[in-house]
């Protein structure tokens, strides 16, 4: 089936889970849309978060989607199951494939987490870990340096590696876990260092790699993997400013993005 | 949902993906059927191949399974499709997840993968794989020692380590891949053995683990796990006699099974 796959973000993090999924599925065509505009999702309101996503969903319906992938972790915590009970289309989150392929990697049972302090107080990891797995050794961490560490394109050198250091500091068991989730869409652009900080004995799980993977499953048991050529091209969408949009992705994966327009999907508006 | 999982295999092999699934997913109560009597499914005609499975299917639909996973790469590689059209509860194979999960961890798209005769002459990896990601670097090759192996018993030590040695001297350029697909549910049990002979740069993919990993992502998406306590028991069925089935997996486990029951599924039977 050659519909498009959806994916939403409230920014640019989400970029790292299309990039997965380009790799992952380079047949598919995809359709991405960040809302600049209010992110970051975090500080947010639950009736905020729930209303800003499903404008972007309500966006991505019109494009007549095949599936949703959500790639922000605010906004899986907040409305994956709401999508998931409400759409006819199938919704995977970025919160879960993660959790999944902890569960799977673990040998110890001792899993950690490391994402922003919205997703941490959330505690969606250590749920939906808990929900499969009872009884997983859970330490989970909050690294609000991260990111704009990643949005100012320092993904290697002293202050990357310093930086990651001493935020990881306070995860003093890390010795201890043999598994630590990525669990922010940005941190798989800082891979190398966290892996040179926590050790080779830690294998790192990136959400996004473990959500293009398991959009790649949810296709295939849905019957609905393209079977036709590659699409000659995606599109991107942005509920903000295209010329920052474009610098941020320039500096985060030092590439240009084509097809990237504005869009304004507040409710009013539309 | 409390239902269980129905797992079904042309014998013990299915075992390591019962292990997975019980590791992966500790509350989900499971259903296995090893058709023993007519095993090894290889050397049979796709009618027998097809009729074998739908009658393991329909006894295992009476048992009012949420969920099929065919545990068996020639019971996949033949009536997955099929399956997945015809039955209205989620089917996984064992073929796909193995796939995707080598898509996923190639670097520099060589992928091998070793399999029983019957599987690899199918090629249903190599199509799983290109139908996905076109332009793939494979190379296959059968191991018929090893299964032997895994059914005496010699999962380590010296003659199992000479076999591997041996078998895998074919695959010459080895070398070159950094993913390696065990493409039969035996394998996973010689897993160390081969990961010495192939080397550390090798990431090998079970397909058993794989597997397990999927259905906790088809069952989540499909809103269909069990969110109350871990199951008492599972259910185990063998077609053949439930001796020489306790003997095998004994051998191979090393462990004995309980609720195992001998149960006939041949149509003009039922």
Known sequence: MDKPIGVIDSGVGGLTVVHELMRQLPREKLIYLGDTLRCPYGPRTPEEIRGFTWEMVEFLL???????????????????????????????????????????????????????????????????LNMIKPNLNISALACPAFVPLVEQGML?????????????????????????????????????????????????????????????????????????????????YTTGDVDMFTTLTKR???????????VSIEKAVI
């Open 62 to 128: 019109t494009k007549d989607i095949k599936m949703l992938v959500i790639a922000c972790n605010t906004a899986t915590a907040y409305t994956l199951s709401e999508l998931q009970e409400q759409l006819t289309i199938p919704v995977v989150g970025v919160i879960q494939p993660g959790a999944r392929a902890a569960i799977k990697s673990t040998i110890n049972n001792h899993v950690g987490i490391i994402g922003t302090e919205g997703t941490v107080r959330s505690k969606a990891y250590s749920i939906a």
């Open 252 to 262: 985060i994966f030092n590439s240009s993005i084509d097809n990237l327009r504005s």
């Open 156 to 236: 290697s050198g002293n202050v990357a590696m310093k930086t990651v250091e001493e935020s990881l500091f306070a995860l003093r068991d890390f010795k201890a876990m043999d598994t630590l989730i990525l669990g922010c869409t940005h941190y798989p652009l800082l891979k190398d260092v966290i892996q040179e900080v926590v050790g080779p004995q830690v294998t790192l799980i990136s959400s996004s790699e473990e959500t293009a993977r398991e959009t790649s499953t949810i296709l295939e048991v849905n019957q609905l993997l393209n079977e036709g050529l590659a699409p000659c091209y995606h599109q991107f």
